[in-house]
């Protein structure tokens, strides 16, 4: 049931359905990039096979902070609907920074930035450890894969405002108090993780499929493990979405309250 009218941006289902359909993206993503051997040169720090042209960062690292200069150049505002840096919410906007802290090599945040994660745990798993040479096709990939994770995760930011406008006086307590726990049972939807992960699972077993009738029926011929594609999510995407919804209801919760401070007076 949508808690507004259809034609709201901020109707949780709505956003929720634009969740599913990037769970195809992220899928495919995956699948696109394991279609490449492993390259690990190209997520090595300052890798000889790039004669110094990417300095003390991997070849991945260099290319990915190139590719976000040109996009944020460019990048004007969009809606809900389509992938934003920062939120055309009301304020407060999750800073720009946000995606960099979860890009950024060196980050702190929650175990390690996407890149780390995606580096160390995710590609590894689906490529073959090898060099086939295609090191631009294969960090091109990357950056769909890392891109679209981010856009995912991002989302948390709307998902937020939408459960905000749905609870907002208890948010902006649990804001005013700055309780971090409090909000993140508040907003976590249990029963939408679970069906989550169980339709991920249907969805890599389908879409990993390579249709090659001598290994029909056979898991191990699957592009990409279905493991990976639920473990991604379990241990990694909700997390992060929460933690971006949790930062975005605190200071939403604190500023809303100042604003209401302001009226009185
Ligand atoms: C995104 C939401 O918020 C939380 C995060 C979820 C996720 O990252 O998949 C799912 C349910 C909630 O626990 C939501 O309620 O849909």
Redesign the pocket.
């Known amino acids: 049931m949508s808690n507004f009218t259809e034609n709201n941006p901020f109707s949780?289902d709505k956003?929720?359905s634009t969740?599913i359909r990037l769970e195809d993206t992220i899928i495919f993503a995956l699948i696109e990039r394991a279609q490449f051997a492993l390259n690990n040169c190209i997520y090595t720090k300052g890798a000889l096979e790039f004669n110094g042209a990417t300095g003390d960062r991997s070849f991945l690292e260099y290319f990915l902070w190139e590719t976000e200069k040109v996009h944020a150049k460019v990048r004007r505002y969009t809606s809900p609907d389509e992938y934003a840096f920062t939120s055309p919410l009301p304020e407060p906007i999750l800073p720009v920074l946000k995606f960099k802290e979860f890009l950024a090599p060196n980050d702190i945040n929650v175990n390690g930035s996407i890149m780390d994660i995606y580096v160390k745990s995710i590609v590894p798993v689906i490529c073959q450890d090898r060099d086939d040479n295609n090191y631009g096709s294969s960090a091109t990939k990357d950056i769909e894969c890392l891109q679209a994770l981010s856009r995912r995760i991002h989302?948390?930011k709307f998902?937020a405002e939408s459960?905000f406008r749905s609870s907002s006086e208890e948010y902006i307590k649990l804001a005013l108090a700055n309780d971090r726990n409090g909000i993140y049972e508040l907003?976590?939807?249990?029963q939408?993780?679970e069906k989550?992960l169980e339709r991920l699972r249907r969805k890599a077993l389908v879409y990993g499929q390579t249709f090659d009738q001598e290994k029909e029926g056979q898991n191990s011929h699957l592009r990409v493990p279905v493991n990976v594609v639920v473990e991604l999510?379990e241990r990694w995407?909700?997390p992060l979405?929460?933690e971006v919804?949790v930062d975005y209801l605190i200071e939403r919760g604190q500023k809303a309250a100042e604003g209401q401070q302001k009226q009185d007076s």
Not at 187 to 190: A, E, F, P
């Open positions: 949780l956003l929720r969740l989302y948390g998902i459960k907003l976590t939807n249990r939408v993780e989550l999510y995407v909700i979405t929460k919804e």
